[in-house]
Nanobody, 126 residues
């Protein structure tokens, strides 16, 4: 059974940083792409970042480019999201996600992902 558990969220002041972690169990992370999404109240789930299964490519939503960095530690079966220069618009519940199949996917689509974490709140105070 595949499980994803996010950690590292919380409250931070504007301009600050947070690092989210996603611990993956039930599969070997190195075979799979991984994604991060977020959802603010009243809004649709938004693509944030993804890392290819090879670990050599990363992809970002326009609103976080240059501020967020996604990485993976296959030995620990963990995916990280480093978030810098946070602002109020980054306030949301953040989810990590893993696809059903190995290999490449359309990283920005929620429908590409089969498994989701429970989500973790990130609140940026202005």
């Amino acid at each position: 059974q595949v499980q994803l558990v996010e950690s590292g969220g919380g409250l931070v002041q504007a301009g600050g940083s947070l690092r989210l972690s996603c611990a993956v169990s039930g599969r070997t992370l190195s075979n799979y792409a991984m994604g991060w999404f977020r959802q603010a109240p009243g809004k649709e789930r938004e693509f944030v970042a993804a890392t290819a299964w090879t670990g050599r490519s990363a992809y970002y939503g326009d609103s976080v480019k240059g501020r967020f960095t996604v990485s993976r530690d296959n030995a620990k079966n963990t995916v990280l999201l480093q978030m810098n220069s946070l602002n109020a618009a980054d306030t949301a519940v953040y989810y990590c996600a893993s696809p059903r199949n190995v290999g490449s996917i359309v990283y920005s689509r929620t429908s590409s992902y089969e498994y989701w974490g429970q989500g973790i709140q990130v609140t940026v105070s202005s």
